[in-house]
């Protein structure tokens, strides 16, 4: 059996285990299981319906780098006509892309650890991945101590064949526009609320998109306005407009700034809540471990235009990059699928890595 | 007893049956056995938990004008703490302005039915006018063909001792904006719709107030965004903005050219959908049954800048106006009362008008 066959049908089998979030516990002893089988049940921890695969000791190989292999093994809840099948280089099947196609790639290549060189890899597999965030599996497996310390980490999200550092980080936050009420047969007694948000509007319609650079690479900040809402009843000059706004800031930036910055553009007459906040992942498309290897690679190099678990990493102080097979676009989509070719790429690089 | 104290006493009597609308039957059946007392069982006709009470014949008074004095016998949900009392020249109760004063000055005048010269009075009593315009009872009593022709009603709402003709009607409608969706980090692949509607918010928000005229009095026109609502989840630039807006007409307007006037204002990109329609109020404040006695009367006459159930008999062809004791500012408060005075008041006004 061919390499490219071989992770095409580990891909279709990944695919063939219900796995929707909150229900991974068969996908998770699957995978157990085969990290057992492959480097024996010493090196394996289970976590939740997360799993840990460390193969070598902890002593072996000193002075190399511990490289962390990542992915998670939840889908989004599937689509009723998904077909399931290997057809035209694809492997069809929900979370094809996203990610069971890394997982193939990350399994392929824990079956053939000792031919690993240069490294001293560990396997994570985590669960809750697209569920909100406070159900994400990753944060309580580098919490939990059972890893080593890692010098560096791939996520195999699909990247479309290139790398993509660093990611966005996020706040969410309600802005509350006072109004003063009254009747709507008499509204020149209060102040409507939803007119009194027009330069707040008009502010955030300006802001357009800031550009931060890194290297070659250019993130974008923005800062939308995505929800309004209003509680009053329909005959009242409403006395509040509530405005989600979601602000998205590069590496570098932070939550508070971000925060500091809507409070500023919003004025001292509205009030701001944030609700949700995320860190960005910091950059390291020219770390000293993956530089010469994307280079060589000739690896697309593409910032990361939304949040992804690398800020999970690298807010715990550990260099990572999103590299894997599958397709971007193909993510959360019905029919979805993953091109054995990006397999066979992604699976070639990695190797091609640990040989460097 | 002065007419002061049995004004009070009949006040108080009827605040102290609770009548919540939808809960009408036990004083439909007090005001039923009150009518029957008064003028004889084959004058009281009860439809549902309305009463009518018509006590002259419809032979008698020829040439003389029937005149309907109405009032609903509902209330909106009592506060906990409402006092029942006649205290410092008021009487407390839930529902004494609004509209318990009024139908006590309805019964006070039936008990002299005979005494009342110059007109062929009717009375009528309804149910549901607090509760949702469907649930109204007035609708089915003036479809109901039990009532004769009538010249002219007095409906005795609250209406700090003036006249309050006409009655303003209005539209609901629900203009949605469209936009174009995208991904929040990646705005600029779509268009915001909250932003897409600044040009309608701010039309509406310079619309201010149009006077239309009727002699002395001056309604006001006004056409307001009283609700916003987007229904997308917070991290999508959101393709739709939903608003309530509420557009207040004139007597002489009409709800067609309300609708039609809004249509152009919020132009050909969005869509309007009217969810609601009440038509206003003709004004009869000059009509000659009652221009001489507002004149002797010395009764401030004052726009009803809001809907009444006056628009349901100036649309049915029969001139009304709301002429009523009770304060307008008690409606529907914690504590309600209404001054013996504003009783006093309203039922020597009537006294004289069939005097003329």
Same mark, same amino acid.
């Given at each position: ?27 998770? *002893? ?52 998904? $077909? ?12 094809? *892309? ?33 569920? $909100? ?117 590069? $590496? ?26 995320? $860190? ?77």
């Amino acid at each position: 059996m061919t390499i490219r066959d071989e992770l095409a049908h580990l891909t279709l089998d990944l695919c063939n285990i219900p796995s929707e979030t909150c229900h991974e516990a068969q996908i998770a *002893s699957w995978v157990q299981q085969r990290c057992a089988a492959a480097a024996g049940p010493h090196a394996v921890t289970r976590l939740g319906n997360s799993v840990l695969c460390e193969p070598f000791g902890r002593d072996e190989r000193p002075g190399q780098p511990v490289i962390a292999l990542v992915g998670h093994i939840d889908t989004v809840k599937c689509a009723e006509d998904q $077909p399931y099948e290997i057809r035209d280089g694809r492997v069809y099947g929900c979370g094809a *892309s996203d990610m069971k196609a890394g997982v193939a790639v990350m399994l392929a290549l824990l079956d053939r650890w000792r031919e690993l060189e240069n490294a001293r890899p560990v396997w994570i597999f985590y669960d809750g991945e697209e569920g $909100p965030a406070e159900g994400n599996g990753l944060g309580p497996v580098l919490d939990s101590g059972a890893l080593p310390v890692i010098d560096f980490a791939f996520i195999l999200e699909p990247t479309d064949r290139g790398v993509q550092p660093g990611c966005m980080g996020l706040i969410h936050a309600t802005v509350t526009i006072p109004g003063v009420r009254a009747h709507s047969a008499r509204p020149w007694q209060g102040q409507n609320a939803i007119y009194a948000a027009i330069p707040f509007l008009e502010k955030l319609r300006d802001w357009g998109r800031r550009e931060v650079r890194f290297g070659d690479l250019s993130f974008y900040e923005v800062i939308v306005a995505t929800a309004a809402a209003t509680h009053n009843s329909r005959n009242v000059v409403p006395d509040a407009l509530d405005l989600n706004v979601n602000f998205r800031f590069a $590496p570098g930036n932070t939550a508070e700034n971000a925060e500091a910055e809507l409070r500023a553009l919003a004025g001292p007459e509205c009030t701001v809540t944030v609700t949700d906040s995320a $860190p960005a992942g910091d950059v390291y498309a020219d770390h000293p471990l993956i530089a010469e290897w994307i280079r060589r690679e000739a690896l697309p190099v593409l910032p990361k235009q939304a949040w992804t678990d690398v800020a999970r990493f690298t807010t715990a102080g550990i260099p990572a990059v999103n590299f894997g097979p599958g397709e971007t676009g193909q993510a959360h989509q019905a029919g979805e699928w993953a091109s054995i070719d990006s397999l066979e790429h992604c699976y070639g690089a990695l190797r091609r890595w640990f040989a460097q």
